[in-house]
């Protein structure tokens, strides 16, 4: 019945000569599931409105949770209610109500940051010519807990909101770092380091964007062709104009755009030419297959082809060994990254590397083994 209901859904409608489609998730719960005390319904009597209250919500509050997992599959999901839902519920509630509280630190200032700091990932040339640059990627710590990762902090930031604030922070704190180690003289070789920053699609919808990037990059004293937003492939399928005209004030700006994960979002190619993009990051699941022998390179060598055509740089995720780098400067990717060259490091370990990588001349910390 629900894949019925979705795929009737599914077929767009015809509204004042326009066609409009919707997106719907459905979850289910069954009312066998609640315990005795709600099922109380059954018995009551008209008019009897108590006992039966209470099982409706419970069920409607389990066919939520159950919407809620739906959701998170994708569109045109459903989901059926099971109790596990509940502690994840809990557990996401706990991590936002955390969440929150850091970032409004954040915002009074607090001198710890809210346990947020970022950590830093060298971005190489492949060919050791120009020096490195760092994409700044987000840690945080929670008071008396472990770290815990992007992947868990970042979706909910964005579906709060709070990514707003603490991605401003991110980049403000991103631009500073630059400045401070410009100050401290450290350097890669040819021309000033660079920073790279993630921002997600909920910034981008953000009106005060540019302006916050304005601010950041003039607050520390940093050319605007020093600092790289990334945004993830996916963002730019969504609410394509408003995403385009955001980037285009950015540029004019002189900040360079970077296409992150690229290869995984499902972008009409078309969307490269109109939008105003100077790096492809090839995802890290393209560069795994890399070096591997056989055609299992052909993905990554087909976006390495395309960035040059549209002479775009191209830069490969998640290098993590000698086989995979040779096979990459063999199709003459530009840049890469990855833990064959160094984990993201804390700001303070980032001079330190700095004078390893050009004692070296370029090349990564282990010699590269065939
Ligand atoms: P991303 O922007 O694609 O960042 C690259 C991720 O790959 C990082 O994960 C990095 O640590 C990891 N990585 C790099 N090299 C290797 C490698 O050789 N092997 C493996 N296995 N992994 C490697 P991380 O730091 O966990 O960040 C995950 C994602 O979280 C990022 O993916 C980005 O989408 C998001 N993120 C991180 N910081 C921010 C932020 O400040 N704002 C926003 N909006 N998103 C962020
Ligand atoms: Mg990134
Ligand atoms: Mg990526």
């Not at 059954?42 to 997992?69: S, T």
């Not at 770290?147 to 991110?170: K, S």
Request: proline fraction near 6%; glycine fraction near 12%; charged fraction near 20%.
């Amino acid at each position: 019945v629900a894949d019925r209901v979705l795929d009737a859904l599914r077929t767009p409608l015809q509204v004042n000569g326009r066609e409009v489609s919707v997106g719907a998730s459905l979850g289910i719960a069954f009312a066998e599931e609640l315990p005795t005390a709600e099922r109380g319904a059954r018995g009551a009597r008209r008019g009897e409105a108590g006992d039966g209250a209470a099982a409706a919500d419970a069920l409607l509050r389990n066919a939520d949770l159950a919407l809620y997992a739906a959701k998170g599959q994708g569109r045109f999901r459903h989901a059926t209610y099971a109790p596990s839902m509940h502690a994840h519920a809990l557990a996401r509630l706990e991590l936002e109500g955390e969440l929150r509280v850091a970032v409004t630190a954040l915002g009074a200032g607090d001198p710890a940051h809210g346990g947020f700091a970022l950590a830093y990932q060298p971005i190489v040339d492949l060919d050791g010519e120009a020096g490195p640059g760092f994409e700044a990627l987000l840690r945080w710590t929670p008071p008396g807990r472990p770290p815990v990762p992007p992947l868990q902090v970042v979706p909910v930031a964005e579906e709060t909101g709070l990514i707003v604030p603490l991605g401003r922070w991110v980049l403000r704190e991103a631009c500073r770092q630059l400045a401070a180690w410009d100050a401290a003289g450290a350097a890669g070789g040819d021309g000033p380091l660079q920073v790279s920053v993630n921002v997600s699609g909920r910034q981008l919808q953000d009106p005060s964007l540019v302006a916050d990037v304005e601010a950041a990059l003039a607050d520390a004293g940093v050319a605007p062709g020093r600092l790289v937003v990334e945004i993830t492939e996916s963002v730019m399928m969504h609410d394509a104009e408003a995403t385009r005209a955001r980037l285009m004030a950015l540029k004019a700006l002189g900040v360079r755009v970077a296409i992150d994960d690229f290869g995984t979002g499902y972008s009409s190619l078309a969307y490269l030419r109109q939008f105003p993009v100077d790096v492809l990051k090839i995802d890290k699941t393209f560069v795994d297959d890399v070096g591997r022998g056989g055609d299992e390179s052909v993905l990554a060598t087909a976006i390495v082809t395309l960035g040059r055509a549209l002479a775009l740089t191209t830069v490969a995720e998640g290098i993590e060994d000698a086989a995979q780098l040779a096979r990459l400067r063999a199709l003459g990717c530009a840049r890469g990254q990855g833990h064959l060259f160094a984990r993201p490091l804390a700001a303070a370990d980032v001079p330190g590397w700095l004078d390893g990588w050009l004692a070296r001349g370029g090349a990564p910390a282990e010699p590269a083994r065939a």
